[in-house]
């Protein structure tokens, strides 16, 4: 026999209460996974992109049609952080890091309608990825970045004068990374 409509009346109430707490619990989930994302796209001290993260943008601006056609990319090796680390300790050398970070970033303002991407690539070694930045404007900026991070010996946030070493290099889009 068929069940009448009164007998479907609490069944389906039953069947919205569980598909709103599964939707519930899914979007709960979804929250999860975006903040392991986030952790996993950014250095937990700095702040700054992830190695991978900054691969991937930078393999999408080479890669990508509709990204700049041409664009710079920063390498900025700190100099001394294994000998500071050893010789201050590791809270000195964090706060250290911290510091180039902040200095770099402060001076990546002008460029933030074009997102330039500030990635930590190992343990002294950062990358910034800036699309459609080249000629003078690239000086000018590697320029900026230079006296800031000369300010860092200057207020003794760094031992030694040369806080550290940078390089710079144009792409054109459809170049690969190597």
């Not at 002008?110 to 910034?128: V, Y």
Request: proline share 3%; net charge negative; aromatic share 6%.
């Amino acid at each position: 026999t068929q069940p009448t409509l009164r007998e479907w009346v609490p069944l389906s109430k039953t069947i919205n209460v569980m598909i709103g707490r599964v939707q519930a619990m899914l979007e709960e989930k979804q929250t999860e996974i975006q903040g392991v994302r986030e952790e996993l796209d950014h250095d937990p001290l700095t702040g700054a992109s992830s190695r991978s993260r900054f691969m991937r943008d930078l393999q999408r601006a080479l890669d990508d049609p509709d990204s700049s056609h041409t664009g710079s990319v920063v390498i900025v090796h700190v100099h001394g952080l294994v000998e500071m680390n050893r010789l201050a300790g590791r809270a000195r050398a964090d706060d250290f890091l911290r510091a180039v970070v902040v200095t770099i970033r402060s001076r990546l303002y002008r460029f933030s309608p074009r997102q330039p991407t500030l990635g930590r690539l190992n343990g002294s070694d950062f990358g910034i990825l800036l699309e459609d930045v080249e000629g003078s404007a690239l000086v000018d900026w590697l320029e900026g970045v230079t006296d800031g991070l000369k300010q860092l010996h200057t207020d003794r946030v760094s031992d030694t004068e040369c806080v550290a070493w940078i390089g710079a290099s144009t792409y054109v889009r459809g170049e690969t990374t190597s």
